[in-house]
């Protein structure tokens, strides 16, 4: 079957297989990120275990975040250059390794650098190859596909922070990363094997085919163009205002007096609106436009993290988790929408790794921040005045987003 465009051409029907990538994509995200947000179900028993501080042991999710940041335009230009396939199967590879290796460490250093560089540096493999491939094989309904691919790394909350949590309860925390590194394995490495290269499309054909600038752009145009560097900024901000909150509210829960099993339960209902908020603000891009979408929800986000500084039981818990995380995560893909209207599709790996790199920069704040207000005040309180802060300044920044313009014959072809 085929379709009109808005300039009157047809459009061939996009391949049915672009779902199974998505399918794959969300797969992979899932067991990745829940194994990595292992650690902050780890966080109490490790360091009654070991006698490690918890800013110790929350500054290796920092490191991890480092190391992401490092390694995402890395992965993302390989997989622009051999594609995603194999550098996706390499970093499975390398983050069930380093999982492994992880949970054999015998000193708080070693852990550090295991968990924090190794880990983290390998996780980054399947975010900006996987998008760039998603994002290519989708000319309709873009924000949508990265929304569910998404999703299913909100998946991770409600599958495998559960799953980490029955494991703490009858095997030490190294048995468990061990077990996390075999799941890793089976799943994301025959989940790899299913990414295949994306359709060519016609960079020049307009809007049909592409809503990207010409092909002409060079990396180096795209990485010190105003967009790329508005992107940056606003991800890395964005990032910082719910890493904080993700990564210590179990552990706020659980001195507010809320048992282990029901802390880990609030992560699950923020990972359930997240799966939601990833699906209606997909749904809210493809409508209304990326920007604007996430302009909005970077306000709204400011105001929810912020919500957790009231919060004392569980129920109140419950609450600001549904409504942050149905925010946070809603707001993430599109970013990677943004991206794709904006660069051209043969740098999509490199420019994601960019913006990725500057999320993960973000990410790495929250961990050892909250750890190091709690560690000298003896409360949280602290740090979600600080998110509320941070989610403000994503905000300003990304309100002086401006797409690139676009050549006349393509601003004449698009809907009014």
Known sequence: MSAQDPGGGEIMAEPSYRWVIVAAGGLMGCVAMGALFSLPVLLTPMAEATGWSRTGISAAMTLAFLAMAATSMIWGAL???????PVVLAGAVLFSVSLWLAGQAPSLLTFQLGFGLLVGGAVAAFFAPMMATVTGWFTTQRSLAVSLVS????LAPV???PLAAQLIAV???RAVLSILAGIVAVVTLPAALLLRPPPAQDEAAGPALTDAPSSAMTVRQAVTSPQFLVLVLTNFFCCATHSGPIFHTVSYAEICGISAIAAVSIYSVEGIAGMG???GFGLLGDRFGAKRVLVAGLLAQAFAALGY???RGLYEFYLVAAIFGFIYAGIMPLYSVLVRENFPMKMMGTIMGGTGMAGSLGMATGPVLGGWIFDRTGSYGGLYI???ALGLGAFAIAMTFRPFPRPPEVRQAQPA
């Open 79 to 85: 997989s622009d250059r051999f594609g995603a396939r």
């Open 151 to 154: 999703a299913g790394m909100g």
């Open 159 to 161: 599958t495998m922070s």
């Open 171 to 173: 095997h030490d925390w």
């Open 277 to 279: 908020g990833r699906i």
């Open 309 to 311: 500084y009231f919060s």
């Open 386 to 388: 600080t998110c509320f």
